[in-house]
């Protein structure tokens, strides 16, 4: 599968920012879909995940009340609607992909080359 993230940016803190990673080249409804982001000096760490019919969603703890991930599922589409953003979410955000039945689990075999999103003070 191929995975193309955009959406990232410039924003002040408390601003919003909505993510969106385009897939193709699978059945995209038979996918379990996350973001994870790497920030500078960090390891990269799970952020969000939706599941294949879009049922289930999970969240980083440092996200959750913040964050929203959903799918459209006919236009084979992710998204990741940021709210409140904080300068500690500064970082590369990739989505990625695996079959379905994946999540929870987060070690995902397919991703996406990654959108930045940084948040000024």
Same mark, same amino acid.
């Given at each position: 599968? %191929?995975? *193309?993230? !955009?959406?990232?940016?410039?924003? *002040?803190?408390? /601003?919003?920012?909505?993510?969106?990673?385009?897939?193709?080249? %699978?059945?995209?409804?038979?996918? /379990?879909?996350?973001?994870?982001?790497?920030?500078?000096?960090? @390891?990269?760490?799970?952020?969000?995940?939706? !599941?294949?019919?879009?049922?289930?969603?999970?969240?980083? /703890?440092?996200?959750?009340?913040?964050? +929203?991930?959903?799918?459209?599922?006919?236009?084979?589409?992710?998204?990741? %609607?940021?709210? !409140?953003?904080?300068?500690? /979410?500064?970082?590369?955000?990739?989505?990625?992909? @695996?079959?379905?039945?994946?999540?929870?689990?987060?070690?995902?075999?397919?991703?996406? %080359?990654? +959108? *930045?999103?940084?948040? !000024?003070?």
């Amino acid at each position: 599968v %191929q995975l *193309q993230a !955009s959406g990232g940016g410039l924003v *002040q803190a408390g /601003d919003s920012l909505r993510l969106s990673c385009a897939a193709s080249g %699978q059945t995209f409804r038979a996918l /379990d879909m996350a973001w994870f982001r790497r920030a500078p000096g960090k @390891e990269r760490e799970f952020v969000g995940g939706i !599941s294949w019919n879009g049922v289930n969603t999970y969240y980083a /703890d440092s996200v959750k009340g913040r964050f +929203t991930i959903s799918r459209d599922n006919p236009k084979n589409t992710v998204h990741l %609607q940021m709210n !409140s953003l904080k300068p500690a /979410d500064t970082a590369v955000y990739y989505c990625a992909a @695996e079959l379905w039945g994946r999540l929870p689990k987060i070690d995902f075999g397919s991703w996406g %080359q990654g +959108t *930045q999103v940084t948040v !000024s003070s």
